[in-house]
């Protein structure tokens, strides 16, 4: 097992937001949010920093727009992003599947555990 895999697993996630267009900081929280049925609440000490080291490493690229009389800073993934998200997907899924493998994948006896 790669323990790198728990401690990338925000920047996964904000890479897969991104994947689907441009997106800024709240929205990205959100996404996460709803898609994991609340089990991921991203803080601001958390997604910020996660997305300053992804546009720092060239996953992210970053842009300002003006929405309603507002300034938002927008991030977009970049080609070298798009590699590096289908490479973790595939680890993370292999990852998942061997856990899987040993716990089986019926969820047995954890109602009320």
Wanted: proline share 2%; aromatic share 12%.
């Amino acid at each position: 097992m790669d323990s790198q895999f728990l401690g990338s697993a925000v920047e996964m996630m904000i890479l897969e937001v991104a994947a689907r267009g441009p997106t800024y900081g709240y929205e990205v929280a959100q996404t996460v949010c709803e898609r994991s049925g609340g089990y991921f609440d991203l803080k601001e000490g958390s997604l910020y920093p996660a997305l300053h080291r992804l546009e720092r490493r060239k996953l992210l690229k970053s842009f300002w727009r003006e929405v309603d009389g507002r300034r938002r800073k927008y991030y977009e993934l970049t080609s070298t992003g798009r590699a590096e998200l289908a490479s973790r997907k595939s680890a993370w899924f292999k990852f998942a599947d061997g856990v899987r493998g040993v716990l089986g994948t019926r969820r047995e006896g954890l109602a009320g555990a």
